[in-house]
């Protein structure tokens, strides 16, 4: 994997601010020139975490957070190594913090309760934690792992300190060339697994790509781009894994910190480029980002078509009968700090209080001229509906872009565990600026 490079956040807010506001630095505008760039290695897939079994049937983990030439990773790689799990698996992780700062490992998607994820303690300097969980039934899909520590997530995250987990179960579709494509941030643009515009050389006539947003802040609309002209490809899973059958779309909007996994038919030869095309994060009119090219697939001749599958896994509708409701309120200042509900983050306040086994209804209102990503722990949600839209198909989700302006409709259903835990928005530096809220669920 290569090593990522320091940003310093100036250096970071620079080259964001000027890719976000359409204003490409040199380098993506040879990017954007089509067909004038050279291809990338071939796809890098990120070292395996080890994870022996012990005598007593645990599986036993540790990513050591350190730093790494101008950066930081975990076991020495950035992206760091690749956390294999499967539904049921019993895992004791352990981190341990040879940073010169205060940080955490946080596992995304991963619903665990409160008390193991503990989003709002941090690992001192030297210091270890080790969460022990069950991986609970239904949490298969692709996930992620990054620090928690407030204040200084961005930072981190561009340093290098973010990993992929990915969590199989019982019901995964069958025959495909099955890829993980952890999209990062780098000085030299969007890396995919840490190399610029890598090339897959597919094994089976469909991919189902693993698409992860472990960018700290940049919404990616990605499409597949054949001679041009956008390719068909079929979602078949979210955040919280496979949804009940594939939708066929032609892009999928991945804000930061979100997944999503697609097939894409590779039985016709030639190339198709994973690319992220022109988006605005900013509101309808607002600037948008250049066309950039991520990765190409290089299809080979007579690759034997794989069916599509018909269903995937049933995504339970929630109940919803006496459901309380909540607004929450995404807000921007003008001295540059966030906050939810007019109020920046403090990690002493408890936000919401709710109950244990209840479902609620969150509308969550964008009131700032940006989008943001909402991100809640523990509990996964499903969108009822967008700015009134009813959702067209079910899904577990952890991160739902809020756009500029705009409401999303969110079930919480507060199944499992008790405790105390975060919702935020997942640009870090929106989250380090105080958009961020504590969840009290308790009996
Ligand atoms: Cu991926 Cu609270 O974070
Ligand atoms: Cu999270
Ligand atoms: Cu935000």
């Not at 020495?76 to 499967?86: D, E, K």
């Not at 709710?354 to 722990?377: C, I, K, M, Q, Y």
């Given at each position: 994997?290569?090593?990522?490079?320091?940003?310093?956040?100036?250096?970071?807010?620079?080259?964001?601010?000027?890719?976000?506001?359409?204003?490409?630095?040199?380098?993506?505008?040879?990017?954007?020139?089509?067909?004038?760039l050279?291809?990338?290695?071939?796809?890098?897939e990120?070292?395996v975490?080890?994870?022996?079994?012990g005598?007593?049937?645990?599986?036993r983990?540790?990513?050591?957070?350190?730093?790494s030439?101008?950066?930081?990773?975990?076991?020495?790689?950035?992206?760091?190594?690749?956390?294999?799990?499967r539904?049921g698996?019993?895992?004791?992780l352990?981190?341990?913090?040879?940073?010169?700062?205060?940080?955490?490992?946080?596992?995304?998607?991963?619903?665990?309760?409160?008390?193991?994820?503990?989003?709002?303690?941090?690992?001192?300097?030297?210091?270890?934690?080790?969460?022990?969980?069950?991986?609970?039934?239904?949490?298969?899909?692709?996930?992620?792992?990054?620090?928690?520590?407030?204040?200084?997530v961005?930072?981190?995250?561009?340093?290098?300190l973010?990993?992929?987990?990915v969590?199989?179960?019982?019901?995964?579709?069958?025959?495909m060339?099955?890829?993980?494509?952890?999209?990062?941030?780098?000085?030299?643009?969007?890396?995919?697994?840490?190399?610029?515009?890598?090339?897959?050389?597919?094994?089976?006539?469909?991919?189902r790509?693993?698409?992860?947003?472990?960018?700290a802040?940049?919404?990616?609309?990605?499409?597949?781009?054949?001679d041009?002209?956008?390719?068909?490809?079929?979602?078949?899973?979210?955040?919280?894994?496979?949804?009940?059958?594939p939708?066929?779309?032609?892009?999928?909007?991945?804000?930061?910190?979100?997944?999503?996994?697609?097939?894409?038919?590779?039985?016709?030869?030639?190339?198709?480029?994973?690319?992220?095309?022109?988006?605005?994060?900013?509101?309808?009119?607002?600037?948008?980002?250049?066309?950039?090219?991520?990765?190409?697939?290089?299809?080979?001749?007579?690759?034997?078509?794989?069916?599509?599958?018909?269903?995937?896994?049933p995504?339970?509708?929630?109940d919803?009968?006496?459901?309380?409701?909540?607004?929450?309120?995404?807000?921007?200042?003008?001295?540059?700090?966030?906050?939810?509900?007019e109020?920046?983050?403090d990690?002493h306040?408890?936000?919401?209080?709710?109950?244990?086994?209840?479902?609620?209804v969150?509308?969550?209102?964008?009131?700032?001229?940006?989008?943001?990503?909402?991100?809640?722990?523990?509990?996964?949600?499903?969108?009822?509906?967008r700015?009134?839209?009813?959702?067209?198909?079910?899904?577990?989700?952890?991160?739902v872009?809020?756009?500029?302006?705009?409401?999303v409709?969110?079930?919480?259903?507060?199944?499992?565990?008790?405790?105390?835990?975060?919702?935020?928005?997942h640009i870090?530096?929106?989250?380090?600026?105080?958009?961020?809220?504590v969840?009290?669920?308790?009996?």
């Amino acid at each position: 994997m290569a090593e990522r490079g320091r940003l310093s956040r100036r250096g970071f807010l620079a080259a964001g601010g000027a890719a976000a506001l359409g204003v490409a630095a040199p380098a993506l505008w040879v990017a954007s020139r089509p067909g004038g760039l050279p291809d990338g290695p071939p796809l890098p897939e990120p070292p395996v975490l080890p994870l022996p079994m012990g005598a007593d049937g645990w599986l036993r983990g540790d990513l050591t957070a350190a730093p790494s030439g101008d950066g930081m990773a975990y076991n020495g790689s950035a992206p760091g190594p690749l956390v294999r799990l499967r539904e049921g698996d019993k895992v004791r992780l352990t981190f341990h913090n040879r940073l010169e700062v205060s940080s955490s490992l946080h596992l995304h998607g991963l619903p665990l309760a409160p008390a193991v994820d503990a989003p709002l303690s941090h690992v001192d300097p030297g210091g270890s934690r080790t969460q022990e969980f069950v991986v609970p039934p239904g949490a298969a899909g692709t996930h992620w792992y990054h620090p928690h520590a407030h204040g200084d997530v961005e930072r981190q995250l561009l340093a290098g300190l973010a990993g992929a987990v990915v969590v199989t179960g019982p019901d995964e579709p069958a025959g495909m060339d099955d890829r993980l494509l952890m999209l990062t941030r780098t000085p030299q643009g969007t890396a995919v697994n840490g190399a610029i515009r890598p090339v897959v050389a597919p094994k089976a006539g469909r991919l189902r790509l693993r698409l992860l947003n472990a960018t700290a802040g940049d919404h990616l609309l990605l499409g597949v781009l054949r001679d041009g002209a956008r390719a068909p490809m079929h979602l078949i899973a979210t955040d919280g894994g496979l949804i009940e059958r594939p939708v066929e779309l032609t892009e999928v909007l991945l804000a930061p910190g979100e997944r999503a996994e697609v097939l894409v038919d590779a039985t016709t030869p030639g190339r198709a480029v994973l690319t992220a095309l022109p988006h605005s994060a900013y509101g309808p009119g607002g600037p948008t980002t250049p066309e950039v090219p991520l990765a190409a697939v290089d299809v080979p001749v007579g690759s034997a078509p794989v069916p599509l599958p018909t269903t995937l896994r049933p995504v339970p509708e929630p109940d919803l009968t006496g459901a309380p409701h909540r607004r929450l309120v995404l807000g921007g200042a003008a001295d540059g700090s966030f906050s939810i509900d007019e109020r920046p983050f403090d990690h002493h306040r408890v936000d919401i209080r709710a109950r244990v086994g209840t479902t609620e209804v969150w509308e969550v209102v964008n009131a700032h001229s940006a989008d943001h990503p909402f991100h809640l722990h523990t509990y996964p949600v499903q969108v009822l509906a967008r700015d009134g839209v009813p959702e067209p198909f079910r899904a577990w989700r952890d991160t739902v872009n809020v756009p500029a302006g705009a409401a999303v409709t969110l079930a919480v259903p507060l199944h499992g565990a008790t405790g105390r835990t975060v919702y935020h928005c997942h640009i870090a530096a929106h989250e380090d600026l105080g958009m961020m809220g504590v969840l009290e669920v308790s009996a």
